[in-house]
């Protein structure tokens, strides 16, 4: 059981057999998109055993089902295990999406694991779009109010990001270097402040053809034009920016992004979203007909005053909560319920 | 049973089926560290080699793995100069022909960046970049060309 595997997590050369057991356990679950239990168990040993890789099968499938009854802290638990994972791996986006999700979880009190989920998807938010995008709607207020009070240090860093000052961001990182270094946070912190160094040269290339190292270094603050040469070759090679760098005159030109999107992996790569979307509109409509043949729902429908509800479902579709406040007149309180239900 | 398959990827220079090998034999308990590390460096994928030091345990790390690690440590922190030197030790000679793979599979990578970054650069830090002296990278550069045919 559980906890025969805890034990060995103890020792690491026998985590990695552990997770040989598991894993071939999985191999034939991950094709079924139901979510275990299990899976959570699987992340924190891959975790503990830093074998990051071996677990993107497992974080790479979607899932639709929930093998209930589970505990909502353990799927907490798989959501965060998953973004730490895709952090490791520099899967960033990944990364956001998972934590999002952990925070964003309908919920009444509040866990640790969403707040430190929501301090994470703030640096990686910053990461990959240089900004915080705003707490979705459907994210729980007495979540939402309490990363406010316990996620000063971090909303205080991304205010610091969005002056694009360097040096500001340097100053609030060292103000918190307590809060971020306990929270094991630390070294997203750094990869932060090196993003904005690439964010500011990147805001270079919309207002400059050409510009010379040195003034490159000056714009955003970096020490010299060697430091420069070194930041635009790296990001060259990592795709963050098109330019070439003249040595004997000291000038860096930036180019237009001369991608075609004509090649086969492009040509894969929008295959491969097509089918995943058919699915998803697929596994969407089902859900819709569940919902719409369930007693909960049917039987409010019938106690409306309204007659022409029932034929006006025939017409029905889209955006679910927003037509039934409109066929149920604003919506009382009990309609308010019933959408309250069908969302959670 | 997984050393067959080693060598027989080893001998194709299949180094991606290096890796996959190596990682399959190691949740069976039967570790290649070397040929690990030496293959997730030659695909350039440094954060999963950065994994793997992190998890060989202390008393099975031989200053041979070590040594190899201080390559992938160099390539992560690009330091050039420090690439090349620790590129350049007494390897044992199972080890040797990965390591020679690393080496040539790094130069050409960083080959193929500045190309395709600079317009003009000094012979100097074109030979720091490619661990090789001045004299000798002029040739080398122009066999590249030759040989490759650049986008």
Known sequence: GINAEYGEILCSQSVLFSLQSKRSNLRLIVLNFIFLLQFMHFLQVCLLSKTYSVA??????????????????DFLR?????GMIFTGLKKFPKALEFFKQAFTIPAKAVSKIMIESYKKHILISLLVHGQVLPTPKYASGSAVNSFSSSCKPYTEFSSSYSTSSVVDLQKAASNHLETFQKDGNYGLVKQCIKSLYKRNIQKLTKTYLTLSLN????????????????AILRMIEDGDISATINQKEGMVSFHEN???????????????HLHSLILMTDKLQKVDEAITSSQQYLTRSLTQERGKFLSDLDEY?????????GMVGGGGPAGLGFIGAMRS | MAEQALQ?????????????????????GRPFYDAHLASLLILNDLCNAKFLWKRIPKDLRTPEIAAIW?????????????????????WSPQISPLIA????????RTLTLLSSSYSSISVGDCSVFLGLAPENTIPCKMLFFFTSFKL
Do not use: H
């Not at chain 1, 798989?78 to 998953?82: A, C, E, R, T, V």
């Not at chain 2, 991606?16 to 949740?27: D, P």
């Open chain 1, 258 to 272: 001369t991608q075609n999107y004509n090649s086969v992996s492009t040509v894969q790569k929008l295959n491969a």
């Open chain 1, 317 to 325: 579709d889209g955006d679910k909560p927003s037509m039934l406040m």
């Open chain 1, 56 to 73: 993107l099968p497992v974080l790479s499938e979607q899932a639709y089902e929930i093998d209930a009854p589970y505990p909502t802290k």
């Open chain 1, 78 to 82: 798989f959501l965060y295990y998953g």
């Open chain 1, 215 to 230: 003034d490159i270094a000056s714009s955003v603050n970096l020490p010299s034009a060697k430091e420069a040469e070194k």
């Open chain 2, 101 to 108: 793979k690393v080496a040539l599979s790094f130069r050409t």
């Open chain 2, 70 to 90: 201080e390559i992938g440590r160099n390539i992560w922190t690009r330091n050039y100069p420090s690439v090349y030197t620790s590129l350049n030790q007494n």
């Open chain 2, 8 to 28: 027989a990827a080893l001998a194709a220079s299949d180094f991606q089926k290096i890796a996959n090998i190596c990682q399959e034999s190691e949740l069976n």
